[in-house]
């Protein structure tokens, strides 16, 4: 039931392998707790609340309990929708409320550092610095990054065709450094990396399309050689782009359908970030704020 259902989540839901890989975990770490109690299909009230003590017990993060909960939840109800069994065990348990942590960015002095460090005189300086200059630019996800195909770039209006979770399309844009960086990749460094006639924007030295873990590493190795006391990933740049966003005046509607987020609460966590910049304004606008 597990495998049919994960299935589903990949050919009908068409979520990413990531997401399926996690639910895949989350799955099999229930059946191994329930083996011994029940059948996975058949599971009584006891079995539930045992399960939610032994959550609270084994995990602090709330957040962590949420996710397990939502990802069984979902799972039982897809059985219920296959008719596979009557009714939801988990239907009516709550989800804890969930810690809330305030997204962190990169202060733009330390952006700047970052974007020295890549060697534009290079094939791969070139690429790393797009990199940087994308995700900060556009706020893409990294798994978003590593898919771009050239094809997708439209060069007249400096945006890009991204196919996002869920496989739903959404175009983001990029500023004018930005496409000052692309146009001396894709004119030089690209040139030398695409052995594979590949149609994918960024390659590694084989020719073959990056991979999000060699995003990652190229990031640290880029935090390292900036000398930075910092733990950046691309989802970091993903927060900057949004927080930078909302400082400097972009509304919250704009900034959620650039993110790609389906509701508009998941991008209102920025809006505590950008309280500094609220108070700015008050000082320099109310007549009762100015000395």
């Known amino acids: 039931m597990i495998e049919k259902y994960l299935n589903y989540l990949k050919h009908v839901k068409r979520y990413s392998d990531n997401t399926v890989r996690s639910y895949e975990q989350e799955l099999t770490q229930y059946q191994a707790f329930i083996q011994d109690k029940c059948d996975l299909l058949k ?17 602090q993060n709330k957040n962590t309990i949420s996710k397990k909960l939502t990802t069984i939840r979902a799972f039982y109800q897809y ?5 596979i069994i009557t009714s939801n065990p988990y239907a009516e348990i709550n989800n804890p409320k969930k810690d809330k942590k305030l997204p962190r960015f990169v202060k733009q002095d330390q952006l700047d550092k970052m974007f020295q460090v890549p060697d534009m005189k290079t094939p791969l300086g070139q690429r790393n610095r797009l990199i940087l200059e994308m995700l900060y630019a556009t706020g893409i996800r990294v798994h978003e990054l590593v898919t771009i195909k050239v094809k997708d770039i439209d060069f007249h209006n400096q945006t890009i065709k991204i ?9 983001v844009v990029f500023g004018h450094i930005c496409n000052d960086v692309l146009n001396i990749y894709l004119k030089d460094g690209y040139q030398i990396l695409n052995k594979k006639n590949s149609d994918y924007l960024f390659l590694n030295h084989y020719g073959n399309p990056i991979t999000e873990r060699s995003i990652r590493n190229i990031l640290n190795d880029i935090i390292i050689k900036s000398s930075l006391d910092l733990h950046i990933s691309p ?3 993903r927060h900057t782009f949004a927080t930078d966003m909302l400082n400097n005046g972009a509304d919250l509607i704009s900034v959620k359908d650039l993110l790609g ?5 998941t991008t209102s966590i920025y809006t505590h970030v950008s309280n500094e910049q609220i108070k700015k304004i008050y000082e320099l606008a109310h007549p009762r704020a100015k000395e």
């Open 79 to 83: 059985l219920v929708r296959e008719e």
């Open 235 to 237: 989802h970091v740049l």
């Open 261 to 265: 987020h389906e509701s508009l609460n």
């Open 163 to 171: 196919l996002g979770k869920g496989s739903k399309e959404r175009i």
């Open 43 to 59: 599971i009584d009230h006891q079995v539930v609340k045992d399960y939610l003590v032994y959550l609270n017990q084994k995990y």
